[in-house]
């Protein structure tokens, strides 16, 4: 059980193109997922909460406008680059957790290379 | 804010031989989960450690929680090339927030 699913798992684009990654909890509902952005061999930082229902919650110095997060259902939720720049490209993950201080579940995670 | 260190940064081992990584929080945890990340892959949950001084294994891995519930270590017996990737530990802060320590890349000479 605790499946999620990422999708794409990778994007090669232009430069100023938007980009949407979605993620999916497919046996179990998660009002809470996370998105993280991970470096090579560096590790996961936490980029923004996303809450079904409301707005995301974004860690200090993640611009909102630039990264759009929706969480319209209880087992889906969309992470939006928006006019992706090459200092955009990165290694995205999503996670959901089954509740609060639970383990978190990871996606397959999503290369984005922007040319 | 709450900080979570790892060390060491990386270990190349011979097969066979052990493995040890090491982390540390600035504040007192709840509780304290490893995920391992395969290279190219996603972090998966190995574990997670709730009560003081708690140590659990699965199979050639022991995991040890601090008495203060401020640091843990995970310890690999007679490692495998399958032992390859990257291991995390990380605590919860805010709720359900996770902070990840830099994370420890483990690679097996065979």
């Known amino acids: 059980g605790a499946v999620v699913s990422q999708h794409p798992s990778w994007v090669i684009c232009k430069s100023g193109t938007s980009v949407k990654i979605e993620c999916r909890s497919l046996d179990f509902q998660a009002t809470t997922m996370f998105w993280y952005r991970q470096f090579p061999k560096q590790s996961l930082m936490l980029m923004a909460t996303s809450n079904e229902g409301s707005k995301a919650t974004y860690e200090q110095g993640v611009e909102k406008d630039k990264f759009l997060i929706n969480h319209a259902s209880l087992t889906l939720s969309t992470l939006t680059v928006t006019s992706a720049h090459p200092e955009d490209s990165s290694f995205y993950i999503c996670s959901a957790t089954l509740g609060v201080l639970r383990p978190q579940h990871f996606g397959d995670g999503t290369r984005l290379s922007i040319l | ?110």
Not at chain 2, 45 to 66: A, D, M, P
């Open chain 2, 1 to 110: 804010g709450q900080q979570v260190m790892q060390i060491p940064q990386y270990q190349h081992v011979q097969e066979g031989e052990d493995f040890t990584t090491y982390c540390n929080s600035s504040t007192t945890l709840s509780n304290i989960q490893w995920y391992k990340q395969r290279p190219g892959g996603h972090p998966v949950f190995l574990i997670q450690l709730v009560k003081s001084g708690e140590v659990k294994k699965q199979k050639r891995l022991t995991f040890q929680f601090g008495e203060a519930k401020k640091n843990s270590s995970l310890h690999i017996t007679a490692t495998q090339t399958t032992d390859v990737g990257t291991y995390f530990c990380a605590g919860p802060t805010n709720g359900n927030k996770l902070v990840f320590g830099a994370g420890t890349i483990l690679r097996v000479k065979s």
